[in-house]
């Protein structure tokens, strides 16, 4: 089965410092998973071209693409067009695309801030996103979207069949009784099917179930086989419902 990796590059000192609640990466990650796309790395760096940078290169090479959130924009602290050219020793330049588009959106007259939003990486290219008037720029494998959420969202949606690839199988268990009861009918489960993505995720508080189970493979056949037979080791008495 495909397997697609991504990894994710959050920009910025207002995630770091609490000012601003990141939603960005909670979106990503459950959007790629419908996708059939394995986020393996989230990383928050600060406003520093050599943090971005740095971070930037190291997940290009190590995933078949990467997403970047923030420093996108016309303020001293939006850097990460810069950074991604040093990530991959391009210079940054004026796209003329980019710039037509700015030029429309300025309609007083194109300032000193509005041509630093024209600004790619040399070799970067243009791709339209859906309703949004700002394309987003591709480097390579590196997508570079803004911070702001609802736009971030809408670019990503846009972006969907880029990166589609085989969709994940899902099952799950809810249980009454606690991890410590459960867990070597876990580990024997995972022996006979070590492909298996199995996750524990206990709750507290509920009155309903204590632990839920999620069972996920891209083998249709393969998560069937494997929860037949971890239904068959869990005592019945603890199992509350499955989906």
């Known amino acids: ?43 928050v760096v600060p406003d520093e071209i050599p943090s971005i940078a740095d971070e930037v290169a190291h997940c290009a090479k190590t995933f078949d693409f990467v997403l970047t959130s923030g420093g996108v924009g016309p303020t001293h602290d939006d850097i990460t067009i810069e950074a991604v050219a040093v990530a991959f020793g391009r210079k940054v330049v004026i796209d003329p695309e980019l710039r037509r588009i700015v030029e429309q959106h300025f309609t007083g007259g194109l300032n000193a801030a509005g041509l630093k939003m024209a600004e790619v990486p040399e070799g970067a290219v243009l791709i339209a996103a859906g309703d949004v008037r700002f394309p987003t720029v591709q480097l390579e494998n590196v997508y570079i979207l803004p911070g702001i959420p609802q736009i971030f969202e809408t670019k990503l949606a846009a972006l969907a069949g880029r990166f589609a690839t085989d969709p994940y199988y899902i099952r799950a268990i809810y249980l009454n009784a606690g991890e410590g009861l459960i867990a070597e009918h876990l580990n024997s489960c995972l022996k006979q099917y070590p492909q298996l993505l199995l996750g524990s995720y206990p709750r507290i508080g509920n009155a309903e179930y204590r632990v839920k189970l999620t069972l996920e493979s891209k083998d249709r056949d393969y998560l069937k086989s494997a929860f037949d037979c971890l239904i068959g080791l869990l005592p019945g008495a603890v199992v509350v419902k499955t989906e």
């Open 1 to 43: 089965m495909a397997e697609r990796t991504c990894a994710m590059v959050v920009v910025g000192n207002e995630i770091l410092s609490g000012k601003v609640q990141d939603s960005n990466a909670y979106f990503a990650a459950r959007e790629l998973r419908k996708l059939g796309v394995a986020l393996q790395r989230i990383a």
